[in-house]
């Protein structure tokens, strides 16, 4: 795997935590994008009712590129999360789901009970198994 191919991927889960930020964010972006435009091309009254309205929002989302693919790798990053070890979670917890006070090798090594060099072997591991599934 290459330097790039990994930065991309370590982005992707040190932005995990803030996924439903990200994704009320969009959402709310889309809204936005959706009152500026005047659907009322004719001059007439509007023919939509507010359930089309409704309809046409969930339509947005669901077909919006940015809110599919925040949605797919938080789906991949959990999926991937459920199958490991109390330790090896803790490790990538520690390593990128934290915003400040981010612990070096050596504090991630003492507080999960492992080797530095299992720190390092296990984030790169972890790494090498998620970049393909994101689809980056």
């Known amino acids: 795997m ?4 990994i ?4 982005i992707i889960l040190s932005q995990y935590p ?6 009320q964010e969009r959402k709310e972006e889309l809204e936005r994008l959706k009152s500026e435009v005047d659907e009322n ?4 009254l509007s023919s939509s009712s507010d ?9 947005k989302f669901s077909d919006d590129d940015v809110l599919n693919k925040i949605k797919r790798n938080r789906t991949v990053i959990e999926a991937m999360l459920s199958h490991l070890e109390p330790y090896q979670k803790q490790i990538i917890e520690l390593s990128y789901f934290q915003r400040f006070n981010q612990p070096n090798a050596d504090r991630i090594a003492s507080v999960a009970n492992v ?12 790494i090498t198994h998620l970049y393909p599934q994101l689809k980056l």
């Open 7 to 10: 930065k991309k991927a370590e």
């Open 2 to 5: 290459s330097h790039k191919e």
């Open 51 to 59: 359930s089309h309205i409704h309809e046409n929002k969930i339509i």
């Open 41 to 44: 091309i004719g001059g007439g």
């Open 115 to 126: 080797s530095r060099a299992t720190v390092f072997r296990y984030r790169n591991h972890f």
């Open 18 to 23: 803030y996924f439903n930020y990200l994704e």
